[in-house]
């Protein structure tokens, strides 16, 4: 059976009206009147619903369940892949016909780094897990059969040296976007998701509350540098409402910011991350003497396990622990 249409919402997040028909999510545009026909429109338009035994409709029903029961972020991500990866396939694809290299090819039809690919085919094989623990497939037909590429655990610390060759060559939404990651230390999908509603001018700070923070057990402070404070107040009048960092008009995306760090790598020679300039902003301040429970606090960390890791790269430049020798016993 297919599910109803459901009456039009404004998304605050991407900032226009949206819709859900028959488990798919269609995009209205930010003027409601406008929103309300294209809605009309879609319930007039032939049902393009499909047999209950398509990787589309297992693919639907997922992303209905997720859409209730997980964050919008986590819906969003899910949403993004399999939408991808459905594209891929003839729409009256069968659960039975589907085999792992199916979802090899998809992944090999993109340029995605090693993370990338392994989070795109977990989301998929999720998806067939998920439906027969919940009875609407009998067997999962990729169980234990799909081979992911292992996580991509490489960490790049950049020196300011190094930022500032960057800095050349991003301008505009990205420019933005580079330079907050780099002088808050915020997590990629904090920046990535911030709204005017989260910004506290008065003191120079962004406040996730609790139920939108990472762990949802307390409440998220990014602290914001002059620059950052500065991208913030003239991006929060371009965009009043939803997110205030975005590019022509749409939110940022992981996917996004990943394409724009491919094409940085033609100028630069390394294939930067968002969470590279995060992990930056931790090395770097520990280097410049910020205290470990500090720094934990900046970025958002109950515990200091995460900062301690970052003392690996601190540790390994010799010129830094020589000075710190050196400090060590200068009052002896």
Same mark, same amino acid.
């Given at each position: 059976?297919?599910?109803?249409?459901? &009456?039009?919402?404004?998304?605050?997040?991407? /900032?226009?009206?949206?819709?859900?028909? =028959?488990? +798919?999510?269609?995009?209205?545009?930010?003027?409601?009147?406008?929103?309300?026909?294209?809605?009309?429109?879609?319930?007039?338009?032939?049902?393009?619903?499909? $047999?209950?035994?398509?990787?589309?409709?297992?693919?639907?029903?997922?992303?209905?369940?997720t859409e209730k029961h997980r964050e919008e972020l986590t819906y969003v991500w899910y949403r993004n892949?399999?939408?991808?990866?459905?594209?891929?396939?003839?729409? *009256?694809?069968?659960?039975?016909?589907?085999? $792992?290299?199916?979802?090899?090819?998809?992944?090999?039809?993109?340029?995605?780094?090693?993370?990338? +690919?392994? /989070?795109?085919?977990?989301?998929?094989?999720?998806?067939? @897990?998920?439906?027969?623990?919940?009875?609407?497939?009998?067997?999962?037909?990729?169980?234990?059969?799909?081979?992911?590429?292992?996580?991509?655990?490489?960490?790049?610390?950049?020196?300011?040296?190094?930022? @500032? *060759?960057?800095?050349?060559?991003?301008?505009?939404?990205?420019?933005? *976007?580079?330079?907050?990651?780099?002088?808050?230390?915020?997590?990629?999908?904090?920046?990535?998701?911030?709204? /005017?509603?989260?910004?506290?001018?008065? @003191?120079?700070?962004?406040?996730?509350?609790?139920?939108?923070?990472?762990?949802?057990?307390?409440?998220?402070?990014?602290?914001?540098?002059?620059?950052?404070?500065?991208? &913030?107040?003239?991006?929060?009048?371009?965009?009043?409402?939803?997110?205030?960092?975005?590019?022509?008009?749409?939110?940022?995306?992981?996917?996004?910011?990943?394409?724009?760090?491919? +094409? *940085?790598? @033609?100028?630069?020679?390394? =294939?930067?991350?968002?969470?590279?300039?995060?992990h930056s902003f931790i090395t770097n301040g520990l280097k410049r003497g910020v205290d470990p429970i500090?720094?934990?606090?900046?970025?958002?960390? &109950?515990?200091?396990?995460?900062?301690?890791?970052?003392?690996?790269?601190?540790?390994?430049?010799?010129?830094?622990?020589?000075?710190?020798?050196?400090?060590?016993?200068?009052?002896?």
């Amino acid at each position: 059976m297919g599910r109803k249409a459901k &009456t039009p919402w404004f998304w605050a997040q991407a /900032g226009e009206y949206c819709t859900t028909v =028959h488990g +798919r999510r269609y995009r209205l545009g930010p003027d409601k009147k406008a929103a309300d026909k294209k809605f009309h429109a879609l319930l007039a338009a032939p049902d393009e619903r499909v $047999p209950s035994n398509t990787v589309r409709a297992i693919i639907d029903l997922f992303l209905d369940w997720t859409e209730k029961h997980r964050e919008e972020l986590t819906y969003v991500w899910y949403r993004n892949h399999l939408q991808s990866f459905v594209d891929s396939l003839p729409r *009256l694809f069968s659960v039975e016909r589907l085999k $792992p290299h199916h979802i090899e090819s998809w992944v090999d039809s993109h340029e995605w780094g090693p993370s990338y +690919r392994r /989070g795109a085919m977990t989301a998929v094989a999720r998806v067939f @897990n998920w439906a027969r623990k919940k009875g609407h497939i009998e067997r999962d037909p990729i169980y234990r059969m799909l081979e992911k590429p292992p996580a991509d655990k490489r960490e790049i610390v950049l020196s300011p040296k190094e930022y @500032n *060759l960057v800095l050349q060559y991003v301008k505009g939404d990205f420019r933005d *976007l580079v330079v907050t990651a780099w002088e808050t230390g915020c997590r990629p999908q904090e920046v990535r998701m911030v709204e /005017g509603r989260h910004v506290d001018l008065a @003191n120079g700070r962004w406040i996730f509350p609790v139920k939108e923070s990472k762990g949802k057990k307390t409440q998220r402070i990014v602290y914001l540098s002059d620059s950052a404070l500065a991208i &913030t107040k003239r991006r929060m009048l371009r965009h009043p409402t939803g997110p205030i960092f975005r590019r022509s008009g749409e939110p940022w995306t992981r996917y996004d910011s990943s394409q724009y760090f491919r +094409r *940085l790598k @033609n100028k630069v020679g390394v =294939h930067y991350r968002l969470y590279d300039f995060r992990h930056s902003f931790i090395t770097n301040g520990l280097k410049r003497g910020v205290d470990p429970i500090t720094m934990a606090t900046l970025v958002g960390h &109950t515990s200091l396990k995460m900062i301690h890791e970052c003392y690996s790269h601190v540790s390994q430049d010799a010129m830094h622990m020589r000075k710190a020798a050196m400090k060590a016993i200068a009052s002896a």
